[in-house]
C-alpha cells in the first residue's frame, strides 16, 4: 500500500492500454493492423468484447452484439478472444511498471495505478516517467494513455483525454477546476438512477456539485453516497495505491446457443454448468467454507436487456440460485433468456469503505 502522504504532493498515474484484447492480437497476426476487427463472436450470439480503433470509426463498440457490429462494418473481421494469452501479457506489462516503483496496482487487466510520489527517475518528473514508460510498451507493441494527478479519480478521468497514446496532467491547483467543469456522467459510480435524480434536481456538472449543500446532496442519494460524491467533486480521494487486492467477488456467466423458454431448462444449466465453474474457482467443496457474503443471478434476455436478483445472507447455499432464478425469471416477460450468470460477493475487511457509489 503507498504510503501516507499529504494529497497535494501525491503523484498519482493511471496507465490505459489502448484497445488491449486488439493490440494482442496485432500482435500475434501483424496482418491484422489495417483492418478493421473485433475481438469477440461475430455471429447471431456473438458478444464484441472490445475493437480496433479502424472499426470504432465505424461506431463498433464493446457489448455490441456481433450480428450489429458487421452491419455497421459488413467488412469486420472476428477474432476468438483468448483470455490465458491476454492474462499472460498484461503481467509483462506488470513487470515493466515494477521496474519503475513497487507500488502499482492491477486495477483490471489492461488498468493500473501507480505512486510515483516518491519516484526519483527523472528528477522526480511524473510526467516524464510516463512517457518513458508508455515509449517502453511501444517497443513491445502496445500503445498506453495516462492521466497523472494527486488522486486515483482524477488521474483515471484524465487517462480518457488524450486517447489513443497520450496523457495528460491535473496538477494539485487545478484539481477543483478540472472537476468542475465535468459533466456528471464521467464522475465514476455516478449511475443512472443516480445521474437522474441529480438531473432533476439541476445539478449536472462537477461544479454544480462544489455548489450543492452537502445535506441537500445527502438528502438526494443517501447519507453515504451524498457525503462520498460531495468530497469526491471537492478533489477530495485519498485512496492509497493498494498493491495487494482482495477479491470482491467470483462469477461465471455464459451466453447461449439458443434463447431458453422455459425455467426448467435454465436451472439445469446451472446445475451442470454454471455451479461446477464456480465452486472449481471458490476452490471449495463445502460452501460453509467460504464465507460468502452474498449470491447473485443474473438473466439477459433476447432483446440484450438484463436483470439481476441478489440476496444477502448468513449461511450460503447453492440452492438459492434455484430460488434467486425463479425471481428473475418472473421479470423476463415472455422473453427468451441468451445469457445466465451466476456469482458470489466475499467478505471485504473495508466493507466500511464499500459504499453505495462504488468509485472503483
Keep these: 500500500m503507498s504510503e501516507n502522504t499529504d494529497l497535494n504532493t501525491r503523484k498519482i498515474a493511471l496507465l490505459d492500454l489502448d484497445a488491449f484484447f486488439a493490440s494482442a492480437e496485432v500482435l500475434r497476426d501483424p496482418s491484422l493492423r489495417n483492418k478493421p476487427f473485433a ?4 455471429g447471431e450470439r456473438g458478444v464484441v468484447a472490445t475493437a480496433n480503433y479502424l472499426a470504432r470509426q465505424f461506431g463498433v463498440r464493446s457489448a455490441m452484439s456481433g450480428a450489429h457490429a458487421r452491419r455497421l462494418c459488413p ?12 492474462r499472460e501479457l498484461s503481467k509483462q506489462v506488470l513487470a515493466v511498471l515494477l521496474e519503475t516503483t513497487a507500488l502499482v496496482e492491477p486495477a483490471s487487466i489492461d488498468e493500473f495505478y501507480l505512486d510515483l510520489t516518491h519516484n526519483t527517475q527523472y528528477h522526480g518528473s511524473a ?18 494513455s495516462a ?7 482524477v488521474a483515471k ?5 488524450r486517447k489513443p497514446d497520450g496523457q495528460f496532467v491535473v496538477p494539485p ?33 462537477g461544479h454544480d456539485i462544489q455548489q450543492c449543500d452537502l445535506p441537500k446532496l445527502q438528502e438526494l442519494l443517501g447519507d453515504k453516497s451524498g457525503w462520498l460524491l460531495y468530497q469526491r467533486c471537492h478533489g477530495h480521494d485519498p485512496r492509497p495505491v493498494v498493491t495487494e487486492r482482495v477479491r470482491k467477488s467470483v462469477g461465471v456467466e455464459e451466453t447461449l446457443p439458443q434463447d431458453m423458454h422455459q425455467l426448467r431448462q435454465v436451472e439445469q444449466f446451472i446445475d451442470e454448468v454454471l ?9 471449495i467443496t463445502r460452501w460453509q467454507q467460504a464465507h460468502i457474503k452474498s449470491q447473485t443471478v443474473k438473466l439477459k434476455f433476447g432483446d440484450f436487456q438484463q436483470t439481476t436478483v441478489s440476496r444477502t445472507l448468513q449461511t450460503a447455499s447453492p440452492s438459492l440460485f434455484y430460488q434467486l432464478v425463479r425471481e428473475a425469471w418472473e421479470r423476463r416477460n415472455h422473453r427468451g433468456v441468451r445469457l445466465i450468470g451466476i456469482s458470489v460477493a466475499l467478505p471485504d475487511p473495508d466493507d466500511q469503505l464499500q459504499l453505495e457509489l462504488e468509485l472503483e
Design 39 to 42: 475481438v469477440g463472436g461475430g
Design 75 to 86: 467488412n469486420l473481421h472476428f477474432v476468438s478472444p483468448d483470455h490465458t494469452y491476454y
Design 127 to 144: 510526467s516524464v516517467t510516463m512517457e518513458s514508460i508508455r515509449h517502453r510498451l511501444r517497443g513491445m507493441g502496445l500503445t498506453a
Design 147 to 153: 492521466g497523472i494527478s494527486n488522486q486515483k479519480m
Design 157 to 161: 478521468i484524465a487517462s480518457e483525454e
Design 173 to 205: 491547483n487545478a484539481v477543483m477546476d478540472y472537476i468542475g467543469q465535468l459533466q456528471l456522467t464521467r464522475i465514476p459510480g455516478v449511475g443512472p438512477k443516480s445521474l437522474e435524480r441529480l438531473n432533476y434536481a439541476g445539478y449536472f456538472t
Design 275 to 283: 455451479l461446477p465453474q464456480l465452486q472449481k474457482r471458490l476452490r
